[in-house]
């Protein structure tokens, strides 16, 4: 496989359910990042890890739960979600998010739909 | 903050017109990028721009990039059918950590 792959592609779960969406790249990067993308709102960047490492959290609720066991999966660990939290969750990965290099371009996945109900 | 405004939201044009889509942004930056991203599918990163005065050009699309205005455009020449799409901005900055912000994204719809 190439590129960024995310699964599932669709997921329907409860209120009370735990779930985890999982993403895997195979291009070599070092970054990776969740997004969630809603009908009403701009792309919003959740988390990035970097070299492993979490770098950015933007006050994402505690119901959701990064994991990025190594530089070629990243998780998204889901519990006790609000149906406000139903929305594409896009992961992605960049080769250099430091911008060293000039450029921070990313590939994205091609996301998982999430319904709460 | 760093704010990153697109408009129009969108767009619905003739084939063969030509249109512009803007990308405002509020604070300094040199590097601008554009996706693309169709119904139901991921985004796909279009052009990058990361000067005063870019210019970048793939077919039918030209994006250009003034960093003392804080503005990007993206010019569709002659539209056809397959541009129609979701077109991002995002802008990455010292001031936001140099991570990626986007903007709302412009909905085109291009018609026969």
């Known amino acids: 496989e190439t590129g960024v792959t995310q699964t599932p592609r669709h997921l329907v779960m409860g209120m009370t359910n735990k779930k985890s969406l999982k993403c895997e790249q195979h291009?070599?990067?070092?970054?990776m990042y969740w997004y969630k993308q809603s009908a009403k709102k701009p792309l919003e960047l959740m988390f990035v890890?970097?070299?492993?490492?979490?770098?950015e959290n933007n006050s994402v609720p505690s119901r959701f739960s990064p994991e990025c066991p190594n530089s070629s999966h990243l998780f998204l660990h889901l519990h006790t979600l609000q149906p406000e939290d139903s929305a594409l969750y896009l992961c992605?990965?960049?080769?250099?998010?430091?911008?060293?290099?000039?450029?921070?371009?990313?590939?994205f996945g091609a996301g998982s739909r999430l319904t709460v109900l | 903050e760093l704010k990153v405004e697109q408009n129009p939201l969108f767009l619905s044009m003739q084939e063969g017109k030509n249109y512009t889509i803007y990308c405002n942004y509020s604070?300094?930056?040199?590097?601008l990028y554009w996706y693309r991203q169709d119904p139901g599918k991921s985004l796909e990163s279009l052009f990058v721009?990361?000067?005063?005065?870019a210019v970048k050009q793939e077919g039918r699309l030209m994006a250009s990039l003034d960093t003392k205005a804080r503005l990007s455009t993206l010019h569709i020449t002659a539209a056809v059918h397959d541009l129609s799409a979701t077109y991002f901005c995002?802008?990455?900055?010292?001031?936001?950590?140099?991570?990626?912000?986007f903007g709302g994204g412009t909905r085109l719809m291009v018609k026969p």
């Open positions: 992605a990965s960049s080769q250099d998010p430091a911008g060293a290099s000039g450029a921070n371009v990313l590939t």
């Open positions: 291009l070599g990067h070092n970054a």
């Open positions: 890890y970097s070299l492993e490492e979490r770098v």
């Open positions: 604070t300094t930056s040199d590097r």
């Open positions: 721009l990361l000067s005063n005065g």
């Open positions: 995002a802008v990455d900055a010292p001031s936001a950590g140099n991570m990626l912000t």
